[in-house]
């Protein structure tokens, strides 16, 4: 099952106040980074593949 652009964009803003609280340990902090950047990632490729699709409407 895939996370939808929505889902991904909730746990990643969840990450980023984790991240700015600084509250958490160092290696925790390190692992919300990465998936962090994962998630960013993810997102980048969700929102490619829309455009793509929204392109080929418009030309056909």
Do not use: F, H, N, W
Request: include cysteine.
């Amino acid at each position: 099952m895939t996370i939808s652009y929505e889902k991904k964009m909730e746990e990643l803003k969840t990450i980023v106040a984790k991240l700015e609280d600084g509250s958490a340990p160092l290696d925790e902090m390190i692992e919300l980074y990465e998936r962090g950047v994962s998630l960013v990632k993810e997102c980048e490729t969700i929102l490619e593949e829309a455009e793509m699709k929204v392109s080929l409407l418009q030309d056909g």
